[in-house]
């Protein structure tokens, strides 16, 4: 069974400071999603990443993806009260022919004070 | 705008009534997702359709939930009877699945559901 796991679960940092959020996987995978979701709200699609080594900016978030570490990461630059959320990360596995599935991780509630 | 439009936004029902979700995916796409969110769990995967086929209803309880897709407009999510553990927001996503291509999951506003 695929297991996606995020750390931390819990971030809170100042504005201006950087971090990085890891999402770790347990199987093969060809593609990698982050999502954002605000209190209340939908989740919103941040990244795509489909190959080992692609890397993505936004902003002040940056994903990167290493399928044979079976790793990403979600960097967070100079980081401003906005980007409080919480933040998944999904990992598409496509399990023969059409089937595929997306599996998430916990998410990250990322707090960011003034 | 192309959204996910799902119905109703909030329910609030009384225990061991039938509870029916309803989901529009964005036209043209061709795999619906459903997924369930609470504190505890998280995001849970219940069920997803492709091409208005089940393919893996393996995270729903089956002797009270059932999904379906009637026609390629309308996904729907039923619990009968509906239980207080069942009280969670139920996320619809669709997306165009196609290989080798960026896939993504577009997600609807969710169904936050009470059941007391």
């Keep these: 069974e695929l297991k996606v796991e995020q750390n931390p679960l819990f971030l809170s940092m100042q504005e201006g400071k950087n971090y990085t959020i890891y999402c770790n996987y347990s199987t093969t995978s060809d593609r990698l999603y982050w999502y954002r979701q605000d209190p209340g709200k939908s989740l919103e699609s941040l990244f795509v990443l489909l190959s080992n080594g692609a890397v993505k900016q936004e902003g002040r978030l940056m994903a990167s993806l290493d399928t044979k570490a079976r790793l990403s990461t979600l960097h967070i630059t100079a980081a401003v009260h906005d980007l409080s959320a919480t933040y998944f990360c999904a990992v598409g596995i496509n399990s023969g022919g059409s089937n595929y599935k997306l599996t998430f991780g916990k998410g990250t509630l990322l707090t960011v004070n003034p | ?116």
């Design chain 2, 1 to 116: 705008d192309a959204r996910v439009t799902q119905t109703p936004r909030h329910k609030v029902t009384e225990m061991g009534q039938e509870v029916t979700m309803r989901c529009q995916p964005i036209l043209g796409h061709n795999t619906v997702f459903w997924y369930r969110q609470t504190m505890m769990q998280g995001l849970e995967l219940l069920a997803y359709f492709r091409n208005r086929a089940p393919l893996d209803d393996s995270g729903m309880p089956k002797d009270r939930f059932s999904a379906e897709m009637p026609d390629a407009t309308l996904a729907t999510l039923k619990i009968q009877p509906s239980e207080p553990r069942d009280s969670a927001v139920y996320f619809c996503a669709s997306g165009l699945v196609r290989p080798k291509a960026n896939t993504e999951a577009f997600f609807g506003q969710g169904t936050r559901l009470t059941v007391v």
